[in-house]
């Protein structure tokens, strides 16, 4: 093991050196990892632990350090320049639930991967009858004397209780997603101290948040659905650091960029009369610096302010100091971006806008969970990788879904530019007790506190499908109250699975597989998608449970998987987002378990769909949102007739016979019947009135309508006939149109071998076929037969 003074040396000369230490330089890796080497556990426990064989291997899993996983600095928006690593190897051991400490620590454990996974060496079920308990020892740098010492948590699922040199370090803390830390100082003792942990996590059994952690087998198995494997116990970086006793604990920033200008919030312990100080720089040139009381908003100048966008991701430096007179008490580093979130009217439409202006946000349901970690990605690299496979695939905005991603989650996607929606995670679906709900919302409101100043945070989902469900309203309002900086969804899914809609928040959130679906916005809230989509294609070879996979829409191959997925993408461009549609969630980006319906494989080997295609899409699909696109109207209250527009076929006319809908050649020659049969009169859309319905000529009362893929005309009543009977005008060439049904957007009305049938992108029936798709569902609204 190292000397102490080999770590002063090391200091000392970054020191002269002149290094400025960032959140995620190469010196503060260095110095973290170095200071991990002088604390660590001997080397002969790490030699003598060993992973578990993962049930999938991703690009990183052999990367994992054995004694120094997860090196980065935890937490870059409060960035310290000396501390020390804990992860590593740990003195583990398994009780019953109600077990006080175990007398020896028989196996060992990777921290900071959970129990259950291959990573942690452990795998193995953990549930509501166990208790985890953790040990090693570390030592306090002598170049720390005389500052406090803190204990911090990134997370640990769910209550974590915590003894130095066996006596208890401040109460217990509950909670499986938030980051907590200890004061440590008095309990320490010269030389070696020995860290003892204890996690007690009953998952769903409990009534604590848990997102969708079900305690299940740990090693691959049929079933599961949409719930995983369970997460126990330490899963974020523990480390120490030490602070002044007066510190700086927290800095919540809002950007003002319209009156140039950014709020701060600087949070402090052990405050007295003391000032903070923050400055904001670009370039290492500072741009505004400004002093207020600790614990009260001030603003720090920004002028002509550079707004953070997904396109331009632009962060500006901010240091903060804790100032009592001409000395600086303690100083903390961070970033923050410009830019402002709100819903407003544009064209008449309620739509999301981000510095002032509409872009559509297309995105995808992002799980958060690994084969190799479960709840902990491999390494940093690792949990970049996603959100940069976003913006390869041409995203903007990312759903973290019911899991609270470590901070230097959200530092990359501040950093590469992605929208994030942010779910507060559920409690399991039966309705809460008070107890659960006390501790619910206490939980929710710190994850808000410690997530706030990131740019790419623009909304938060309160609840999800009715799981856990209750007082939707006010919590909305709550939460709109306590982070009014940023969109509240009170309930993602509120059409579904039995969910009540609070009818309140900033956007009205509907669940359609494989949609996209007809969610459309109200005077007060904008329309999203919260999800959609769920094609699936498995991969031999990058399967969890080879043959158990399952998806809302299996795909025969991968050429069908990217027709059906652009043509989902395009129904959104063309006939959705016209009509008020503003955000949609793709579900989702990598496979989960059993779950086989992401862009990628969940061991991240396989990109399942064309890259640059996808991309164009979603270019498409924003860059369209730009202009806000209006509706294509059509005449209502006429007689016209639908041309075919196929080349070689022009002179055809939808007609219909027997009651069945074709295309037939009329020509002023044809007889009256013919004409008669190829003249329909356009009408308010009887489903929707701002799409329309063709009503027949020589029927008056009998519609155009689809019924199991063909198309007939039809009589009826209720929803479903009216929908049925109801098509949607899309722009296409030369000023023609193409039909979309009302109720499956991406279906388009197409003659195909003289019928028609309503058309799927990528669709795997006969009539569905690729080839002259796009002309065979486009048509010429014309004057009419017979008028």
């Known amino acids: 093991m190292r000397s102490t003074s080999a770590y002063r040396r090391l200091s000392a000369r970054l020191r002269r050196m002149g290094r400025r230490v960032t959140a995620t330089g190469a010196a503060l890796a260095l110095i973290g990892g170095l200071i991990l080497a002088l604390s660590g556990p001997a080397a002969a426990k790490a030699q003598a632990w060993a992973p578990k064989p993962s049930p999938m291997t991703t690009p990183w899993t052999n990367q994992v350090p054995t004694d120094s996983p997860l090196p980065e600095y935890p ?60 040990k090693r020892t570390f030592a306090v740098p002598s170049g720390w004397n005389g500052r406090r010492v803190q204990l911090n948590f990134g997370a640990s699922d769910w209550r974590t209780t915590v003894w130095v040199n066996g006596k208890q370090a401040g109460a217990a803390h509950s909670g499986g997603y938030d980051s907590f830390s200890y004061d440590i100082t008095d309990l320490l003792a010269t030389g070696a101290n ?127 100091d804790l100032v009592a007179g001409s000395a600086t008490v303690d100083s903390v580093g961070s970033y923050a971006g410009m830019r ?76 590469l530019g992605l929208l994030v929606w942010q779910d507060m995670p559920a409690m399991d679906t039966r309705t809460p007790d008070a107890a659960a709900r006390t501790q619910w919302e206490a939980e929710y409101d710190r994850i808000i ?59 009205v959130d509907h669940h359609v597989y494989v949609g996209p679906g007809t969610t459309t916005p109200s005077a007060t809230r904008a329309a999203v998608l919260g999800e959609y989509g769920g094609l699936g294609y498995k991969v031999p070879g990058h399967e969890w449970y080879p043959g158990g996979g399952f998806s809302y829409e299996d795909q025969p191959d991968t050429a069908h998987l990217n027709n059906r997925f652009v043509g989902l993408l395009d129904a959104i461009r063309d006939v959705r987002m016209p009509r008020g549609l503003s955000a949609s969630v793709y579900t989702e980006i990598t496979d989960v378990e059993n779950e086989a319906n992401g862009l990628l494989t969940y061991d991240r080997q396989v990109v399942k769909v064309d ?57 002023g020659a044809s007889g009256s019947l013919l004409k008669n049969d190829a003249t329909w009169k356009i009408v ?55 039909l979309s049904a009302y109720n499956f957007p991406e279906q388009y009305l197409r003659h195909y071998n003289s019928e028609l049938w309503l058309a799927t992108p990528g669709g795997t029936h006969t009539w569905d076929g690729p080839a002259l798709f796009t002309e065979d569902t486009t048509w010429s609204v014309d004057a009419p037969w017979a008028p």
Request: charged share 20%.
């Open 449 to 507: 506190d410690q997530h706030r100043s990131s740019p790419s945070l623009v909304l938060w989902v309160n609840q999800n499908e009715g799981w856990g469900q209750y007082d939707q309203a006010r919590i909305a309002d709550h939460v709109k109250a306590y982070d009014p900086s940023r969109l509240v969804d009170n309930m993602s899914g509120v059409n579904c699975c039995g969910s009540v809609d609070g009818g309140n928040g900033d956007v």
């Open 611 to 667: 890259e640059s295609r996808v991309k164009a899409a979603n270019r498409a699909l924003i860059d369209a949102s730009r202009a806000a696109p209006s509706p294509v109207t059509l005449p209502t209250g006429q007689y016209k007739s639908l041309r075919v527009t196929t080349p070689g076929h022009t002179d055809r006319y939808l007609r219909h016979q027997g009651g069945a809908a074709f295309t037939e050649v009329v020509n």
């Open 75 to 134: 937490r870059p928006q409060l960035t310290r320049q000396d501390w020390v690593n804990l992860n590593g190897i740990w003195d583990f051991a398994v009780t019953s639930a109600d077990a006080g400490q175990p007398a020896s620590f028989t196996e060992q454990i990777r921290v900071p991967f959970v129990a259950e996974s291959a990573l942690s060496g452990v795998q193995r079920k953990i549930t509501q009858n166990d208790r985890l308990w953790y």
């Open 340 to 415: 402002t979130v709100g819903v407003a009217k544009v064209n008449g439409v309620q739509r999301p806008v981000l510095n002032g202006k509409f872009v559509f946000q297309t995105g995808t349901l992002d799980q958060g969970y690994w084969p190799d970690g479960i709840y902990t990605a491999p390494t940093d690299a690792a949990l970049k990788y996603d959100l940069q496979k976003h913006k390869d695939l041409g995203f903007n905005m990312v759903r973290k879904h019911i899991k609270v991603e470590p901070q230097r989650w959200f530092y990359w996607a501040d950093k």
């Open 684 to 738: 308010t859309g009887l489903a929707n009135d701002s799409c329309y319905s063709f009503e027949s000529r020589n029927y008056p009362g009998q519609y155009l309508r689809h019924r199991d893929f063909r198309v007939y005309k039809d009589s009826g009543s209720g929803d479903l006939f009216r929908a049925d009977a109801t098509f949607c005008p899309v722009r296409g060439a030369n000023g023609a149109v193409r």
């Open 194 to 320: 020995t860290l003892v942990v204890s996690v007690f996590d009953p998952t769903q059994t409990g009534g604590q948040a848990v997102g969708k952690q079900r305690v299940n087998d740990v090693k691959p198995h049929p079933g599961g659905g949409i719930f995983y494997t369970a997460a126990s116990g330490i899963w974020q970086t523990v480390w120490l650091e030490p602070t002044a006793a007066a510190r700086i604990t927290r800095l919540d920033m809002v950007p003002d960029p319209a009156n140039n200008r950014l709020k701060v919030t600087v949070r402090g312990a052990g405050v007295n009369g003391q000032q903070a100080r923050v400055t904001v720089s670009s370039g290492g040139t500072s741009v505004g610096t400004a002093t207020g009381a600790v614990g009260s908003q001030f603003t720090v100048a920004v002028p002509n302010p550079h707004l953070w966008s997904p396109d331009d991701p632009f962060l500006y430096d901010v240091r903060v």
